[in-house]
């Protein structure tokens, strides 16, 4: 098989972000790879900036908060044995060094990260318990697409109370398994662990649901 990872454009993810993966909404992307067969693109893996400010901080400070992207969409179209692996072990050797990377697995999926234990991530936990914004009949955005609209509006809950009434109403958000991977000189990666706020933990072995 000649397989291979590289860098891609944006215009390459539009068919695996919006019609294959599961969430089907745009993230930001700052770095994109493909998983090429035989100059076949057979998957995607992007990486951005997280939407979540204190995210950004509450992994390890201020001092690193501008280090941490995620990895936020990784799809396949064939997705055979040990292909997620190649291409996400492949892609982050070729990003920028000093780099914090967090990735979620979703358990409202019945995930737990396997192919990120596989690839020697750090297990932190699972994230906090939060509730979405939600409108009915528009249930496909993001909480906080929807919390956007009147963003800078004081009380935005109210004003979407006023606009929406009975149509708005609050979703308890499904707690991810959060994972690290922390890429950079060995100085970085001792500095990143002696600063990060959550504790490291065994890899969980099955789904919370």
């Not at 950004?56 to 044995?81: H, M, Q, S, T, W």
């Not at 935005?156 to 890429?183: E, N, T, V, W």
């Amino acid at each position: 098989m000649d397989r291979e990872v590289r860098e891609i454009k944006r215009h390459q993810c539009e068919d695996y972000i919006l019609n294959i993966h599961y969430a089907g909404r745009w993230p930001s992307i700052s770095y994109a790879f493909g998983l090429f067969d035989n100059e076949e693109l057979c998957g995607i893996i992007t990486y951005g900036t997280p939407p979540s400010a204190p995210l950004r901080r509450g992994i390890a400070g201020d001092r690193f908060k501008g280090c941490v992207i995620e990895l936020n969409r990784l799809c396949l179209k064939y997705n055979r044995p040990r292909e997620a692996g190649f291409l996400i072990a492949r892609s982050l050797r070729m990003l920028p060094q000093n780099k914090i990377v967090v990735s979620f697995a979703d358990t409202e999926q019945g995930h737990i990260g396997v192919v990120y234990q596989a690839t020697n991530f750090i297990y932190t936990g699972l994230s906090a318990k939060r509730t979405d914004w939600k409108v009915r009949g528009r249930e496909h955005l993001h909480g906080q697409t929807i919390a956007d609209e009147f963003r800078g509006v004081p009380n935005r809950a109210q004003a979407m109370r006023d606009k929406y009434g009975k149509d708005f109403y609050l979703k308890a958000r499904p707690r991810k398994h959060r994972y690290l991977m922390i890429r950079g000189s060995k100085r970085f990666k001792r500095e990143v662990i002696d600063a990060l706020r959550y504790p490291i933990l065994p890899y969980p072995k099955e789904s919370v649901i």
